[in-house]
T-cell receptor, first 115, second 114 residues
Framework: EPEVTQTPSHQVTQMGQEVILRCVPI?????FYWYRQILGQKVEFLVS????????KSEIFDDRFSVERPDGSNFTLKIRSTKLEDSAMYFC?????????????FGEGSRLTVL | AQSVAQPEDQVNVAEGNPLTVKCTYS??????LFWYVQYPNRGLQFLLK??????LVKGSYGFEAEFNKSQTSFHLKKPSALVSDSALYFC????????????FGKGTTLSVSS
């Protein structure tokens, strides 16, 4: 069964550094998302991406955050000038249709720890 | 703005007993509603969804949920709980008139004891 894969599984970085989280979505998916989950809290929407551009983003997704899908396969989340409060589990997700009715398929997450 | 409320942080049931995990939502238009489950150190897995039609929807692992428009609720149910159902459950909503992003509740931990 196809699955969404994410790397790294865990990244530790110093405050102020840049991190890149990578995701390989399921091949026939067209819509891509990043969510995050701070320990013990709810899953929060960050950004959605379709047709090589951002279609929606939340207030969390400030100008330190960026996404891209440079080679048509990997979908990356870059966080510049990391802050302590960026520490969370980051989930990549994808969907195959407009995704208004379809379910999303999630990766197992990348845990980011900012020290 | 869309929002989801899961009023219980934790639900405890004995194996074999029925379970209910509560969810209420708020959207400006008509909702699409979803339940996801998260096992330890894993990503979220889709359980079931309500799009239109029959208010009672059935999903994976014997779970079902009932859409109640007047009460803006979408409670998750199972007639007979299993120890293996113990996990974190998330309700999610998408406004049909809005974008494609799912908005999640804070999650409810289900603990099934043997």
């Amino acid at each position: 069964e196809p699955e969404v894969t994410q790397t790294p599984s865990h990244q530790v970085t110093q405050m102020g550094q840049e991190v890149i989280l990578r995701c390989v979505p399921i091949s026939n998916h067209l819509y891509f998302y990043w969510y995050r989950q701070i320990l013990g809290q709810k899953v929060e929407f960050l950004v959605s991406f379709y047709n090589n551009e951002i279609s929606e983003k939340s207030e969390i997704f400030d100008d330190r955050f960026s996404v891209e899908r440079p080679d048509g396969s990997n979908f990356t989340l870059k966080i510049r000038s990391t802050k302590l409060e960026d520490s969370a589990m980051y989930f990549c997700a994808g969907g195959e249709d407009r995704a208004s009715t379809g379910e999303l398929f999630f990766g197992e997450g990348s845990r980011l720890t900012v020290l | 703005a869309q929002s989801v409320a899961q009023p219980e942080d934790q639900v405890n049931v004995a194996e074999g007993n029925p379970l209910t995990v509560k969810c209420t939502y708020s959207v400006s238009g008509n909702p699409y509603l979803f339940w996801y489950v998260q096992y330890p150190n894993r990503g979220l897995q889709f359980l079931l969804k309500y799009i239109t039609g029959d208010n009672l929807v059935k999903g994976s692992y014997g779970f079902e949920a009932e859409f109640n428009k007047s009460q803006t609720s979408f409670h998750l149910k199972k007639p007979s709980a299993l120890v293996s159902d113990s996990a974190l459950y998330f309700c999610a909503v998408r406004d049909r008139q809005a974008g494609t992003a799912l908005i999640f509740g804070k999650g409810t931990t289900l603990s099934v004891s043997s």
